[in-house]
C-alpha cells in the first residue's frame, strides 16, 4: 500500500481530438446561422452519400471520381 500525496501526479492526461466549432461548420456548410446540431450532421450525411454515388458513377464511366481537384 502507498501514501497519495498529490493525486494530481496519478491522473492520465489524455489527448482531446480536434473540434471544430459548429458555428464554422455552419458556415463552411452553407447553412443559417443557429442551425442546430442534429441539421448540420443531417447535412453532411447527405454531402457525405452524394459524394459516395457521384464516386460511384465515375468509376463506372471508366472517369475519375473527382474533377479538378488535386487533393
Do not use: C, Y
Amino acid at each position: 500500500m502507498f501514501a497519495i500525496i498529490n493525486s494530481d501526479a496519478l491522473s492520465i492526461e489524455e489527448e482531446e481530438e480536434p473540434r471544430m466549432e459548429l458555428s464554422a461548420l455552419i458556415e463552411l456548410l452553407g447553412l443559417e446561422e443557429g442551425t442546430a446540431e442534429e441539421d448540420v450532421l443531417k447535412r453532411i450525411k447527405e454531402l457525405t452519400q452524394q459524394a459516395a454515388e457521384e464516386g460511384q458513377g465515375a468509376r463506372r464511366k471508366g472517369g475519375p471520381a473527382r474533377k479538378g481537384h488535386s487533393w
